[in-house]
Structure formats: C-alpha cells, structure tokens
C-alpha cells in the first residue's frame, strides 16, 4: 500500500511540473508575440496619403517685391533726366547717351535690409501622418495645412553621402535632378518655389530681406530664413523629429562642384532637395539650409549637382 501510495504521488508532483513549464512557455510565447507587434515599422499604422483629403488653398506669397518674369518698362520722372525704368531684370535701368541712344545701366546707389517674423498659420498639433509609396518602398509623410510633404527624402538615387551606403538609410540618395523628378512623380512630384513658401508661411519663419536701391526703387536682392521648425540637427533619423514632423536633417550635404569651379565633391556645409526648374538653364532651383549660419534660402545650383528629393503630393 505504502509503494502504491508513493507512486501516487510522485504522478501528482510529475503533472504539475509539467502544466507549470506548459504555461511557462506559453507565457513566453505570449511575450515574444508582443515583442514582434511592438517591432512593427509605425508606418504600417498610417493611412495611405492619396485618401488624405486637401482643402486647396491659393498660393500665399512671402515676398512684398517678386520680379515679374517679364521685363515692363516704365516712361516716368526719374532723378536723371532721359531715365527708363526696367522691372523684370533687377537693378536695370536705361539711359539716354549723347547720340540719343538708350543704355543699360545698373548701379546701385544704397543697400538696406528688412527682418519680419511670421507666425504660423497652422498648429504643430493639427498635423496629420501618412504613408506614401514610390514603386516599391513606402515614406512616411505629413500633411501640414493644405499640403502633403514626405517626411523624409527619397531613397534608390545615384549616390550617398560619402560613398557609405548607411547614410543613404539615414538621410536619403543624393541624385540628379532628372532622377529627382523621376522619383517624384505619378500622384507625387517635385515641390515649387510657391509650394516651399506656403510650407514656411505654415509652420512660420523669420525672414530678412536685403535690397539695393536705385532709379528704379527698391530692388529685392536676396532671402534669407531662420528658425522656421522644420530642420533636425540629429543624426539619428529614427528618433529626431521636430514639431512638425518634417525632419529634414541638416547635415546630409551636397555633392557638387566647388566655388572655385573645382572638381565635384561632397560639401557639408549645406544640404538641399530639388525644386522645379526649367531644365534649359544651367542652373536647378533648391531650397538649401547652411549648417554653420543656420539659416536657408531659395537658390540656384549647377545643373550636374546631385541633391537630395522631397516629394510633395499633387
């Protein structure tokens, strides 16, 4: 009885050994299958971008003075006698010579600066997140007031930063502006010089604006930005956000030809995407920031320079 009460009993202690390592396991089981849920890319999460509805809204200009893409010219008083104004060609003007003949002239006789602050026009907590594709590789993206911007720039160009291809996972390819429109295209394209303007009158920005003076008025020469909260200085692209989510990060650099029209080479000391440009000029608009005076601009590159490619939807 004894030897049968015995083995009674170390049948009880051997079941309950193993329903205890059976939920041992499926405790496991259960926390990996979180672990994995967790690990998801967040992107999974968002709505695709294209049913995202936009309130179009006309484009807002941030400049007082724009040059008209034509030249206008003015018959009028002028400080010097036989004057023609000229509004299209900055700082150009006409005078009559001696022989009656009108000449180009463009001295500028004072030069002046005006600083504005613009205060945003949509709240940080208004925006909406979304999920963009190019062929087969999806960007995360956001919709700041009216407009869908990628949140981050597009991969599978020609180059990356330094030749080392984890920059491209962080910052994105530097590529020609062919490939650019290329990759932005379909629902997506390439961003306008108005499209940058909307952006910056939504999120806010300072502004100053130099100028000269002549005959013809005041003559805008050039636009500079600051503080506007689109920019992150970073180099972890997986956790550096700013409040707009944007995360445009400032040391991407550029690949391009040097001042001194030396040979291509990376330059770090600023870093650009490609805006639309006629492609029969020399030159390619960009909307560059400066790391060390930390403020950007809207300006011209050399055609061959490769930058990097922010979408925008249509």
């Known amino acids: 009885m004894i030897r049968i009460f015995l083995l009674l009993v170390s049948l009880f202690l051997t079941l309950l050994a193993c329903n205890d390592s059976s939920e041992n396991r499926i405790g496991q089981a259960d926390s990996i299958d979180i672990r994995n849920d967790d690990s998801l890319d967040v992107i999974d999460n968002f ?24 030249t206008v010219c003015i ?20 005078q009559r010579d001696e022989n009656g003949q009108y000449m180009s ?4 006789y004072a030069v002046g600066e005006v600083v504005d602050t613009l205060s945003a026009t949509v709240s940080a907590s208004s925006i909406e997140k979304c999920k963009a594709n190019v062929g087969d590789e999806y960007y995360k ?44 295209s379909g629902v997506f394209r390439l961003p306008t010089n108005d499209d940058v303007e909307i952006l910056l009158q939504s999120v806010g920005v300072e502004v100053k604006r130099t100028y000269t003076k002549d005959v013809c008025g005041e003559i805008p020469k ?42 291509y080479a990376f330059n770090t000391e600023k870093t650009c995407f490609f805006l639309q440009s006629d492609e029969n000029t020399e030159f390619r608009n960009a909307f ?27």
Not at 243 to 249: D, M, Q
């Open 105 to 108: 002239v463009g001295t500028d």
């Open 75 to 94: 018959y009028n008083d002028f400080p010097f006698k036989d004057t023609i104004c000229c509004y299209g060609e900055p700082g150009m003007f006409l």
């Open 288 to 314: 560059c920031y400066y790391v060390d005076k930390e403020y950007f601009i809207l300006e011209s590159v050399d055609k061959k320079a490769e930058l990097y490619a922010r979408c925008i939807i249509n």
């Open 141 to 184: 993206a956001v919709k700041i007031g009216s407009q869908i911007w990628f949140s981050e720039n597009v991969k599978g160009g020609i180059r990356c930063l330094f030749d080392d291809n984890e920059n491209c996972s962080m910052f994105g390819s530097l590529m020609t502006y062919e490939k650019a429109k290329e990759s932005c």
């Open 222 to 263: 050039r636009t500079l930005y600051y503080n506007a909260p689109l920019f992150v200085k970073s180099n972890d692209s997986t956790q550096s956000m700013n409040a707009y989510g944007f995360s445009f990060h400032t040391s991407g650099g550029v690949f391009e030809k040097g001042i001194q029209g030396e040979d």
């Open 47 to 70: 709505p695709e971008c294209e049913k995202i509805t936009q309130s179009a809204i006309p484009a807002k200009e941030l400049f007082s003075l724009k040059s008209s893409s034509d």
